[in-house]
């Protein structure tokens, strides 16, 4: 793309005909015409794999693809790796829901324990 100034910007383009229900012959549609993009991002709401592992078998452009496996987690990298053309998987909301349990279950500690004293152990001064 012409209009990129910084070498570090990365374009992902996404196609959501398979959330859509459209079909893989739909999906590779647009993503084929996605002139420009570094990356073709593809998504299902299956609960396994076989669609996504399906488009990337079918998919025959050079950009490669970027996979969000959050309908269906079971799936490994090692696994992703023999598609051959996925070149990121993006797991980006594990950290915030992890996050938010601790917080919960100290938020429930509190309440239980009457008080921060059994929660405050191991927190610096101040924090």
Same mark, same amino acid.
């Given at each position: 793309?012409?209009?990129?100034?910084?070498?570090?910007?990365l374009?992902?383009?996404?196609?959501?005909?398979?959330?859509?229900s459209l079909?893989?012959?739909e999906a590779?549609?647009?993503?084929?015409?996605?002139?420009g993009?570094?990356?073709i991002?593809?998504?299902? !709401?299956r609960?396994?794999?076989?669609?996504i592992e399906?488009?990337?078998?079918a998919?025959?452009?050079?950009v490669?693809l %970027?996979?969000?496996?959050?309908a269906?987690p079971?799936?490994?990298? !090692?696994?992703v !790796?023999?598609?051959?053309?996925?070149?990121?998987?993006i797991?980006?909301?594990?950290?915030?829901?992890?996050?938010?349990?601790?917080?919960?279950?100290?938020?429930?500690?509190?309440?239980?324990?009457?008080? %921060?004293?059994k929660?405050?152990?191991?927190?610096?001064a101040g924090g």
């Amino acid at each position: 793309m012409t209009a990129r100034s910084d070498g570090d910007f990365l374009v992902i383009a996404r196609t959501e005909a398979l959330i859509a229900s459209l079909g893989e012959a739909e999906a590779l549609l647009p993503a084929r015409a996605e002139a420009g993009a570094d990356m073709i991002l593809i998504h299902s !709401k299956r609960t396994n794999p076989s669609e996504i592992e399906s488009f990337s078998r079918a998919w025959t452009g050079a950009v490669p693809l %970027v996979i969000v496996p959050n309908a269906y987690p079971d799936i490994e990298s !090692k696994r992703v !790796k023999t598609l051959g053309n996925v070149s990121m998987m993006i797991s980006g909301n594990y950290g915030i829901r992890a996050a938010a349990n601790a917080m919960q279950e100290t938020s429930r500690r509190i309440i239980a324990d009457g008080g %921060v004293q059994k929660v405050y152990t191991g927190y610096s001064a101040g924090g």
